[in-house]
Every structure is written in structure tokens, then in C-alpha cells.
């Protein structure tokens, strides 16, 4: 079977998965997003990190991980912890655009202090996926969750998918040698369009600025595909794990997602709280 057969297999299974929670209800969908976030912290410290599941380092990020996420989607409720979330994801990301625009080559001192400091793993994982979380205590969170994934997993589709067909110019080649400025401009395209028309048709009317924001959060997500592609090639590796076939691991599959969720969870505070 062809690695595209392969990958379009695994995409209608996850699909699936995600509409099931999301029919199954809040607790069903934070709990599916919360394994999202063990995953990828497993993901990080074994195949990035190359520390072992039995470590204090991977203990006490998971320890770390589950923790606040119960505490803060379970027993503290609030706007202001959410606000403050909501913040430190930007804070997070603007960190990440540092690492990925300035960083210009593998530094071994860099290397030695993300294995050093790897139980803060629990926390960099935690802030974006609180962040997501957030969208399940709104009243409308099906449909604010369902036009978040469409923004954002219509960018990684529709690139694929223009960029085979059309690529010819490279984005960044060092640092994500299959991505093309065909494949990008493609998906930030379909991404918007089909957002538009969700949005329209399902939430409310959508305006000059929601359709910028939808732009800039496109463009967002093929940003923080290139943010963990310069890890991977930080780290050497080409997978984050080969847990999806197609796909790779967990963290390949939501790499932009969550780069983008804390933007979308601003968005939301702002002018739907």
C-alpha cells in the first residue's frame, strides 16, 4: 500500500476517533485531549530526548502534565486561569519563533540542556493543551472545536496535497525539505475557504477581521510545522514516533495544532466569553 493510501487510511481512523468524543460529550473530549498531551510528552523525552519511561525526568513531567491539566479543566474552572494560560501560550510561542528564526544551527549545548531540563516538558506541553482544552467549557464548543480543527488540519491537507501536485519552490529546504511555497500558499488557501463557509454557515457571520485572523492562524499552523521539523533535524530524527502509520507519531500529527491554540483560544476570550 502506497505511503498516501497509508496516510488517508490513518486520517478517516483519527477522524473518527475525534468525532466519537466529540458526540460522546465534554468529559470524553477533554480526556481524549489529555492522552494527546501524554502522548506527546512520551514522544518527546524517549525519541527526543533519548531518557528512559522508567526516569525520574519522565515521571515527574507526566506527573507535572496530568496534574495541572485535572487540576485546571476538572476542580479550577475560571476565566482568569484560563486567561492566564490563554498568555502563556503566546508567551510560549513567541519563545518557539525565537528557536526557529535565530537558531541557525544543531548546538550541542542546546541539546545537553533540553535532556537536562526535560521535566519541563510537562510544562510546554501543558500550556498549548490547556489552551485547546479551554474551547470545551464553552457553550459552543462543539462547533468552536470542529472550526479550530478544520483551520487548522485543512492547512496540512491541503498543502500535501497542492504541494504534490504544483511544488516546484521550496519553502525552507533546510530546515523541511518536502514543503514547498506552492504547498503552503495551497493550504493557508483551502484552509481559509473552508473555514469561511463553516463559520458562516454554523457560528455567525464572519467579518474583514475574522477572515485576517483565519489568514494569520493558517499561516500560524505551517509555522509551527516548521517549528518541530527544526527539532527533528536538532535531534536527528525524521519521526516523532511511528505510533500512526502515515503519519509518524502523535506529536507529528498536532505539531501545528498546538501552535495554533493558544491564538484560537485568545480569539475566542475575546469575542465570545
Known amino acids: 500500500m502506497s505511503n498516501t493510501k497509508t496516510r488517508i487510511i490513518s486520517g478517516i481512523v483519527l477522524l473518527l ?28 523525552i524517549t525519541n527526543f530526548y533519548i531518557q528512559r519511561r522508567n526516569s525520574k525526568k519522565y515521571f515527574l513531567a507526566q506527573v507535572f502534565y ?15 486561569s484560563f486567561s492566564f494560560w490563554n498568555s502563556a501560550g503566546i508567551v510560549l510561542n513567541v519563545l518557539l519563533l525565537g528557536y526557529l528564526f535565530l537558531v541557525y544551527k544543531k548546538s550541542e549545548m542546546l541539546l545537553t540542556v ?3 531540563t526535560s521535566w519541563l516538558t510537562g510544562l510546554v506541553v501543558l500550556i498549548p493543551l490547556l489552551c485547546l482544552s479551554y474551547i470545551i467549557h464553552f457553550d459552543n464548543w462543539r462547533l468552536f472545536l ?13 498543502a500535501y496535497f497542492t504541494g504534490k501536485k504544483f511544488g516546484k519552490h521550496k519553502l525552507w529546504e533546510s530546515v523541511s525539505p518536502k514543503k514547498t511555497i ?17 463559520w458562516k454557515t454554523y457560528i455567525s457571520e464572519v467579518t474583514p477581521f475574522m477572515i485576517v485572523f483565519f489568514t494569520l492562524v493558517a499561516c500560524s499552523s505551517q509555522v509551527g510545522d516548521l517549528v518541530q521539523s527544526k527539532l527533528k533535524r536538532q535531534f536527528d530524527i525524521k519521526d516523532s514516533s511511528s505510533l500512526i502509520p502515515g503519519h ?3 506529536y507529528d500529527r498536532v505539531d501545528s495544532l498546538l501552535f495554533v491554540a493558544p491564538f484560537y483560544a485568545f480569539f475566542l476570550m475575546a469575542n465570545f466569553q
Request: a negative charge.
Open 248 to 250: 509518524g507519531g502523535v
Open 17 to 44: 476517533l475525534v468525532v466519537g468524543c466529540i458526540i460522546s460529550g465534554p468529559k470524553a473530549t477533554l480526556f481524549f485531549i489529555g492522552i494527546i498531551g501524554f502522548l506527546v510528552i512520551d514522544e518527546l
Open 66 to 80: 496530568i496534574t495541572g491539566y485535572t487540576f485546571f479543566n476538572f476542580y479550577q474552572i475560571s476565566q482568569s
Open 146 to 158: 470542529v472550526g479550530l480543527f478544520i483551520l487548522n488540519f485543512m492547512v496540512d491537507t491541503a
Open 182 to 198: 506552492e504547498g503552503a500558499l495551497g493550504g493557508v488557501f483551502f484552509s481559509v475557504l473552508s473555514t469561511y463557509y463553516f
Open 114 to 116: 533540553f535532556r537536562a
